[in-house]
């Protein structure tokens, strides 16, 4: 999982949150064990994968059976890897029919699940797996493969070495040992173990190793862990420094290091050569940041936002030197840190140099001040900015940040207060922005004596610039080595014959050129992740941000995860993406991840996820957390549609457009890249991805990023190159439009009359996602068979929102769910004489049925009305007016209701019936429970004799009630 972006608290839009707790809603509960058939949901079959079913890689496709091929799947993790035998038929089952065909297995190796819910025994060495979980796991994995599921299979994710293990000082190791796993060969011997255990044992239920078995579609070898990253985050040292690494590790890491440069360069003479450096002329930026003037320079301004307040002033009282400091005083908070910003204006930048903001800062209280370079103007790009903690004794701070852009005179350096408590006071003085001066070694550095310090990334400005560019070299070379060496071990010594990956959550095009000797390309991304102020995953101290990604002008958790940096030439798949829930607008990521993600041609999406708890939670009608689907109905009711259209490639792929890049460009691009661990570098604007696909082409070209040439970006409204999918920020609506599959997401309500292919939506009442797509293989203007789903949202009984709607901590609430019912008013484009639509069941079984005549030729002019349908999904058919439930024509004399025939019924029944003029006649059709199961009205009756026909043979026996104006008559249907 990844971490909230820091740039996201900075230059985030905010959109007021609806009010939460919905009323009015209804349950529609999926059966987690339902497996059936369902005439008009999309056709999953059953088929056990065997060998003509394995997957291979062919260029840029995966390959099954000779033909291309795309994953639509979830990551189950922890617990939930290990269903009870009884429950995991069913899961898998139910799993196939939402049209799910991969499952990524994700932390098996965690510490937390107890011993049923981990791969190794609680409390004893991860040397040895857990023979009860370990069966399950084997189990489940064929109930999967009997379904035609896939396996995506995890190796290091979160196992937690032990001293038991032989791993000295185990319990010191942080986050996992990322980082360390890379390069220790202690830690990298027993991830060769665990392979050799997991993979290469015989499952008893399928008879094959899973290295071999034709159901692994896909191997990852380490998950979110990245050198590169690291050092971005400035963890690469020992614990004692800052870092996150033991003592021995830092050395160790040192002494790779060291040995990197004499293998490089040789010996010192060289080195000094390569790496010196030119002195640069430094000017400051700040003027008068001592403030010793006798007002403000008016180059300072107090930036107030969303209705907080604070003072900015002058104080003769408090300086750090001289006489005076700037004092900014907190009046009435914000729910941002961006809320509030004392700000230094109108200075230039120059793109591609780096800045050192250096000040003495503060607090009456312990406080942390977030500080940031951007610009002023739209669209406010940001570069760079950390948080800092502030006592009440004045500390130096310091931190280099670098420009990307040539500002002129729009430079915004921001110190941000915004959610700081009331009365907080922050006292700033001595502040400094100008360019860093930089140097080749530090006192002492000598290659001969292997003594050359490895620098933190945040003082990369310090020093040369070919210094820093070896550093990086260093890391990104360390890791491929590490994973070229784990994929020769899975490929020789395992004979695993999947694809297989290094990692994911990539920082940019240096981990791009890593992985260039795999099989395929991972990603993550998410969009409002939760967001732990103070500890990491506190279940009562967090918060999400609640808006729409429709209304964002970069698209991030899309437009990033389709950054480009992938090459062309292989696979790519996005193996965790989510919306974090309670998010208002989470239905919008499945239709936009099958659009965005067939445009760019995405091998497979695993949304993440499916489940992670014990096996009581797959039956129960709960949301249990920040990223389960399988319980949020509005987002499952989406799967089938969504998985038809990406699985068969009903949204075009694009074209590349593609980037090459020097080696040079990768190593060097420490000078652009401010974008952190959690980041994605590219050069070029992310919103390029919501037009155009961007993939790289070489990391190894002549000339590079210097004879590259990108795509203009567009502004606003954003249509694809194949012109089948377009956001509009403006509004918030995202669309596409395809021969047999149409959707619209967002804002519907602010977009009447918006018309989308075939279908046209002349009203809604609130935001949702609505899809619609042909079960055949005809375009949707002349499918006899097609299914429409709506969906807006899913809560719990009972969950509790806080005041300002961005958190319910831990008041999640309870059994059932409900889901916020729309009303929508569309008109439908389709050759038929008349349409049946179908009310569909949670399971996808006909509920009720009602028939409609154009309102033109081939028009059809439909309302969905949830409030009372009570269902998410709408099957429609394509008939013929003679196949109408009700028809009425003029024959037959008779009295007032004389009769209804045959009674029993078994398929049709006929009433006869006489008027004394022409006018509209109702019929209503009521089961014993007196629910309507089907009626019509404005049907024109002729004056005299008139003959109704009713088709029920869709109708279960029993009693019924037929209601023909004020007349009342009891129906049998028998069979």
């Known amino acids: 999982m990844k971490k909230l972006l820091f740039f996201f608290l900075v230059v985030c839009i905010y959109f007021p949150s609806f009010g939460q707790n919905f009323t009015g809603g209804f349950n529609f509960s999926f059966p987690y064990n339902d497996g059936n058939n369902a005439a008009f949901l999309p056709k999953f079959p059953a088929k056990t994968l065997g060998n003509p079913d394995r997957v291979s890689v062919n260029g840029s496709n995966f390959i099954v059976n000779g033909q291309p091929f795309r994953f639509w799947g979830v990551n189950i993790t922890s617990a939930a890897a290990f269903p009870a035998k009884t429950t995991a038929p069913d899961v898998a089952t139910h799993a196939r029919k939402m049209g799910i065909n991969l499952v990524r297995f994700h932390h098996l190796d965690n510490p937390w699940g107890g011993n049923d819910g981990s791969i190794f025994v609680s409390g004893q060495s991860t040397r040895t797996l857990n023979s009860t979980t370990l069966d399950r796991l084997d189990f489940f994995i064929n109930e999967l493969k009997k379904n035609a599921i896939y396996t995506n299979m995890n190796l290091n994710v979160s196992r937690t070495f032990k001293t038991s293990d032989g791993v000295a000082n185990a319990d010191s190791l942080l986050d996992f040992a990322k980082g360390v796993t890379i390069f220790d060969p202690q830690l990298i011997a027993l991830q060769k173990e665990y392979a050799t255990q997991l993979l290469g044992h015989v499952n008893p239920y399928t008879g094959l190793k899973l290295a071999e078995d034709p159901c692994l579609a896909m191997v990852e070898i380490i998950n979110e862990n990245s050198l590169y990253g690291m050092w971005e985050d400035n963890q690469l040292k020992s614990r004692k420094d800052g870092g996150s690494l033991l003592y021995r590790q830092a050395v160790k890491l040192d002494s790779l290091w060291n040995a990197f440069l004499v293998t490089k360069y040789q010996t010192q003479a060289t080195l000094q050569t390569a790496w010196q450096g030119s002195s640069l002329n430094i000017t400051e930026r700040v003027t008068d940041g001592s403030f010793e003037g006798a007002t403000l320079n008016t180059n300072w301004a107090m930036e107030q936002n969303a209705g907080a307040t604070?003072?900015?002033?002058?104080?003769?009282?408090?300086?750090?030197?001289?006489?005076?400091?700037?004092?900014?005083?907190?009046?009435?908070?914000?729910?941002?840190?961006?809320?509030?910003?004392?700000?230094?204006?109108?200075?230039?930048?120059?793109?591609?140099?780096?800045?050192?903001?250096?000040?003495?800062?503060?607090?009456?209280?312990?406080?942390?001040?977030?500080?940031?370079?951007?610009?002023?103007?739209?669209?406010?790009?940001?570069y760079g900015g950390q948080n800092f903690n502030l006592t009440t004794t004045w500390q130096l701070f310091k931190i280099n940040v670098v420009s990307t852009d040539d500002l002129a005179g729009k430079g915004r350096l921001a110190f941000q207060v915004g959610n700081l408590p009331n009365g907080t006071t922050v006292w700033l003085d001595n502040i400094s922005l100008k360019e860093a001066t930089r140097t080749a070694f530090l006192t002492g550095e000598n290659l001969a004596t292997r003594n050359i310090q490895r620098v933190d990334y945040r003082d990369r400005g310090n020093y040369s610039k070919q210094r820093v560019a070896d550093l990086a070299q260093f890391y990104i070379q360390l890791q491929k080595k590490f994973m070229e060496e784990m994929r020769t071990f899975l490929r020789t010594n395992l004979n695993v014959q999947a694809p297989i990956t290094g990692t994911n959550a990539l920082t940019g095009i240096q981990e791009g050129l890593e992985h260039e000797s795999m099989d395929y390309y991972d990603d993550h991304s998410y969009w409002d992740h939760p967001h732990f102020p103070n500890v990491a995953w506190d279940a009562s101290d967090w918060t999400i941000n609640n808006t729409s990604m429709v209304k964002n002008a970069y698209f991030s958790a899309i437009s990033s995860v389709f950054s480009g940096i992938p090459l062309a030439s292989k696979p790519i798949t996005i193996s965790e993406y989510n919306h974090g829930y309670p998010n208002r607008y989470r239905a919008e990521m499945v239709p936009a991840m099958a659009a965005y993600g067939a445009f760019h041609g995405m091998d497979g999406v695993m949304f993440f996820e499916y489940n992670s708890d014990v096996n009581s939670t797959w039956a129960a009608d709960k949301v249990g957390g920040y990223f389960s689907i399988h319980r949020d109905h509005s987002t499952m009711s989406l799967f089938p549609s969504c998985a038809w259209a990406f699985r068969n490639g009903l949204i075009t792929e694009a074209t590349p457009t593609l980037v090459n890049y020097s080696e040079k460009d990768i190593y060097w691009s420490f000078e652009k890249d401010n974008s952190g661990r959690w980041g994605k570098y590219v050069p070029y604007d992310f919103r390029l991805q919501l037009t155009h696909s961007l993939r790289t082409n070489t990391y190894h070209h002549a000339q590079g990023l210097s004879s590259q040439a990108f795509p203009n970006v567009s502004n606003g409204t954003f249509q694809t190159s194949t012109q089948q999918t377009t956001l509009n920020t403006q509004t918030g609506l995202l669309t596409t439009n395809t021969p047999r599959f149409v959707t619209l997401t967002g804002f519907l309500k602010d977009a009447p009359n918006t018309q989308v292919g075939n279908f046209t939506l002349k009203s809604a009442s609130e935001f949702g996602a609505l899809t619609w797509v042909s079960l055949n293989s005809k375009p949707l203007a002349d499918s006899d068979s097609s299914l429409i789903t709506i969906a807006s949202q899913t809560q719990n009984t009972g969950m509790v929102w806080n005041a300002t709607n961005t958190s319910v901590n831990n008041n999640w609430g309870t059994s059932p769910t409900s889901v916020r019912p729309l009303s929508i008013e569309a008109r439908l484009t389709l050759t038929a004489e008349a349409l049946r639509i179908h009310k569909l069941s949670t399971t996808g079984q006909i509920v009720s049925t009602s028939d409609v005549l154009p309102s033109a030729p081939n028009t059809f002019d439909v309302s969905f009305a949830q409030s009372t349908?009570?269902?998410?999904?709408?099957?429609?058919?394509?008939?013929?007016?003679?196949?109408?439930?009700?028809?009425?024509?003029?024959?037959?004399?008779?009295?007032?209701?004389?009769?209804?025939?045959?009674?029993?019924?078994?398929?049709?029944?006929?009433?006869?019936?006489?008027?004394?003029a022409p006018k509209p006649v109702s019929f209503e059709l009521y089961n014993a429970a007196a629910s309507m199961v089907f009626n019509t009205t404005n049907t024109i009756g002729v004056a005299g004799n008139n003959r109704m026909t009713v088709n029920v043979q869709h109708l279960p026996n029993g009693t019924y009630f037929l209601r023909v104006g004020s007349q009342v008559k009891r129906i049998v249907i028998s069979r």
Do not use: C
């Not at 002033?313 to 908070?333: E, F, R």
């Not at 903001?357 to 009456?364: E, G, P, S």
């Not at 003679?882 to 006929?910: E, F, K, R």
């Open 869 to 916: 349908d009570q269902t998410l999904w709408y099957a429609l058919q394509a008939i013929k007016k003679s196949d109408l439930l009700l028809s009425v024509t003029t024959s037959n004399p008779s009295g007032d209701v004389v009769n209804v025939y045959p009674n029993p019924a078994q398929t049709l029944l006929t009433v006869d019936f006489t008027l004394s």
């Open 310 to 382: 604070a003072s900015a002033t002058l104080d003769n009282t408090q300086a750090q030197s001289g006489s005076k400091s700037a004092k900014v005083t907190v009046t009435n908070k914000g729910t941002e840190t961006w809320h509030l910003q004392f700000k230094y204006l109108r200075f230039s930048l120059q793109k591609d140099t780096t800045y050192t903001i250096q000040f003495w800062a503060k607090a009456n209280q312990a406080a942390v001040l977030s500080v940031s370079l951007m610009q002023d103007d739209s669209p406010y790009k940001w």
